[in-house]
Structure formats: structure tokens, C-alpha cells
């Protein structure tokens, strides 16, 4: 990192970081997290605690550094479309690419499961150096499955059932 800041003529760089629980548990040590890390590059984190109270109405998306958590995508295609194509209501760090948008027009249409998959891997490559977004983690989603359990056609829109598990799920014992 310590290069970057050097190729932008700068010794080092002082941010804000807004976070607030109400982001995600742990949203406020997942930032001290950032600190610690950022530090050896000479990039200084100033982590702002900000209240739960009007955490999503006041700072994300109006800040200019915050914690979010982003849930489980069906494809990597339905992702690129929330949050990276320009004027996307959840585009969080306003990223735009020419080439991105060539690539994610191309590979929506693109049967060939190979050159599909080369395409969504450039796609993420521009995302990771030119989006402007620090992802941490990659959080796991785990289901299971029990014949005693009952429930109707499962929407595939989301994990757990398109996140009706628990009003939709009932118990066929």
C-alpha cells in the first residue's frame, strides 16, 4: 500500500472510517481490524463510532468511508449488478468502468460456461483495483437439510429459501 501512496505523491494519508454495529456485529472491531493493518502503510484510520440510531439514513452511502455487510448473491452476475454498475442504488462507491460494463453485458448472454467464467474473472479483477472498496471477509452461509422438515417450492433468489426460512419452513413431524 505504502507504494500506491507514494505513486500519488503522498507519505502518507489520514481516513475516516464510520462504523456502527448496527452495520453488521462487530462492525466496530472488524474496523479496528482496518486500523491495524492500514497503519504499516502509512495510511492513518480514524475509526468514528457512529449510533445504530440512523446508521442508514445518516451514514452509509453519505459518508465517504463505511462499514457495510453485503449478503450471499445467487451469481456473481447479480452482484456486479447491485452494487457495481453506475447509478445502481447500492453502487456504494460510485464505480465506474467502461470495460466492466462491455464485460458484464457480454457475459450475461455468454452460454459458454468457460469464456463465461474468464469474463465474471476480469470482472472481478476490475472490481478489486479500481472499485474502491476494502472487503474483509467472506462470510459463509451454511444449510442443511432434514426430511422431517416441510416446506413448498423454494425460492432461489436468496439463501435460506430467499430469507423465509423461518415463516414459510414447518416442522413435518
Known sequence: MRLHLREAGL???????SASNAAYSGAVDAATLVLGTAEPAGIKVN???EPADGYWSDVYMKKPMF?????GFTTASEM????YVPGAAWNESHFVSERFMELLEASNGELDTGLRTEMLHEMQAIVRDEAGQLIWAFPDNILARNDSVAHDELASDRPTDGHHIFERWCSAA
Open 11 to 17: 507519505d502518507a494519508l489520514e481516513i475516516n472510517l
Open 47 to 49: 475509526i468514528v463510532r
Open 67 to 71: 462499514a457495510n455487510y453485503w449478503g
Open 80 to 83: 456486479f449488478s447491485t452494487g
